[in-house]
């Protein structure tokens, strides 16, 4: 073992220097300081990893969430019990009774498929409609806006990220984006928030972190 002036230095540990300068004993970790970006990033690759299975975003997220961000060996038991949400809207709720061609909320005519979008429960609206939807819901539901229902009445399907990138306005897409960040760290144990409160830094861990201490030290000092 290493000796220094405190004596030697035990296994799974390093030495580091306080912020006075001097000597002190830390638990080595493996660890990574994420910005915003790359937690973003991180979450998008769990969330794509899942979805090859098959599934939508939205049942990706549940999937994911109920195992705290880890990805299961299998689908085994993930659906069970649930009525509707995420992925299972069309099996209480009927396709929309609208006119073939008319957005869903205004009713007014698309005369292509370039003139709407449609979610994967056959709901479908004008790009008018769904802009004006999402950009005053992310103002007024908070980070419940990451479970918004779509705009059909009754219908319990969770409208996607990718829906969100592509209507809001840059303001809303900001604070959308840390509603998700936010999510995903803290119900992720790999991740935990620098506790310096102008940071806004994460630290991703190779192991988990709720439970137990670890000594880590962000870049902002």
Known sequence: KNK???????????????????????????YQVKEENEVMEHRRQLIEGVMEWGLTEPQAIDLLVTNEWQRPVSLDGFGEGKSGGSGGAMASI??????????????MPC??????????CGHSFCHECWAQYL???VKEKGPQVLKLPCPSYKCEEVVPCE???????ESARKVYESHMVAAFVDKNPAYAWCPKPTC????HY????????RDVQCVCG
Request: include cysteine.
């Open 163 to 169: 829906v969100f990138v592509k209507y809001c306005d």
């Open 111 to 120: 005369e292509s498929e370039a003139d709407s979008y449609e979610l994967s």
């Open 94 to 107: 009927p396709a929309p009774q609208v006119e073939e061609g008319v957005c869903g909320v205004c009713a």
């Open 200 to 203: 806004g830094k994460a630290v």
């Open 135 to 137: 950009n005053i819901s």
């Open 4 to 30: 220094t002036s405190l004596g030697a230095i035990p296994e799974g540990q390093t030495l580091m220097r306080s912020p006075s300068g001097a000597p002190v004993l830390a638990r080595m970790v493996s």
């Open 206 to 213: 190779a192991k988990g972190v709720r439970g137990s201490p």
